[in-house]
């Protein structure tokens, strides 16, 4: 795990659990992503303002209530540092990815840390130049997913098999 120089940093953690995330078995919950990055806050001595959890939320989407709500404490300057677990949980389009670590961030003096992946846009690493292949790689896995899903509902429209929810009543 990454070790930092601490100055005085107000921290936004940011988690987020998609539908599709959530029904794999070895996808990490909420729990485990608050777990990893609290035990990143302890051991780097970092000050803790508020958490972002954006559950049952696409990560191809940046329209998130959460994620909106971060943007805007970024804009108030209440929060200047962003953590993630990986990061595929702050997105999985890997054009508006990249806009936020290289541009949005930067310009906001707003220091981003994805934990698992050891990128720190404070440090020079080699791990920060190669998260753009990263991002596209997070962007292609939620295209495949999506297609996958599509594939199967488009087979059991074949097979006549029911596709749509449960009714809220019954006659």
Do not use: H, W
């Amino acid at each position: 795990m990454l070790k930092l120089i601490t100055k005085n940093y107000r921290v936004g953690m940011y988690i987020r659990l998609s539908r599709e995330d959530g029904d794999k078995q070895e996808s990490e919950s909420v729990g485990n992503q608050r777990k990893i990055i609290e035990r990143y806050i302890k051991e780097n001595n970092l000050i803790v303002i508020d958490e972002y959890v954006d559950d049952g939320v696409s990560g191809t989407t940046f329209d998130r209530p959460e994620f909106n709500r971060l943007i805007a404490d970024i804009e108030s300057q209440k929060i200047n540092m962003v953590i993630t677990k990986d990061l595929s949980r702050l997105g999985r389009d890997y054009i508006k990815t990249g806009f936020y670590i290289e541009n949005y961030f930067p310009e906001r003096s707003v220091r981003y840390i994805s934990i698992l992946d050891g990128i720190d846009t404070y440090s020079e690493t080699v791990n920060n130049d190669i998260t753009p292949f990263k991002a596209i790689l997070n962007d292609m896995y939620a295209k495949d997913i999506s297609k996958k899903i599509r594939s199967v509902f488009k087979e059991k429209q074949k097979q006549g098999e029911y596709l749509c929810s449960t009714p809220a009543y019954r006659i």
